[in-house]
């Protein structure tokens, strides 16, 4: 079973920075698209950043503040966030699609941003 555990999560004042990272215990050299979501409270779960292959795509709200990159060697996903707002406040939760039939979820890390 494969697992992924974010972390890097906490809380910081608007304009700051944070990076999170996510450890996935499989070969992530091998999957076909792996990216951060976030979900705040009442509201739907929403893509963050993708990235597959060379190829990353973004949310409107978070381009050119947020960067996702892999580390193949270390089977990690990053997600570096600058510029930080308050409406980025949420659960950010990393995702991998094997391109198969498997997908898998982490659990989740909070990231709180006060004004």
């Known amino acids: 079973q494969v697992q992924l555990v974010e972390s890097g999560g906490g809380s910081v004042q608007a304009g700051g920075s944070l990076r999170l990272s996510c450890a996935v215990s499989?070969?992530?050299?091998?999957?076909?698209?792996m990216g951060w979501y976030r979900q705040a409270p009442g509201k739907q779960r929403e893509l963050v950043a993708t990235i597959s292959g060379g190829s990353t795509n973004y949310a409107d709200s978070v381009k050119g503040r947020f960067t996702i990159s892999r580390d193949n060697a270390k089977n990690t996903i990053l997600l570096q966030m600058n510029s930080l707002k308050p409406e980025d406040t949420a659960v950010y939760l990393c995702?991998?699609?094997?391109?198969?039939?498997?997908?898998?979820w982490g659990q989740g890390t909070q990231v709180t941003v006060s004004s």
């Open positions: 499989g070969r992530i050299f091998s999957a076909n698209t």
């Open positions: 995702h991998v699609d094997w391109g198969d039939w498997r997908t898998n």
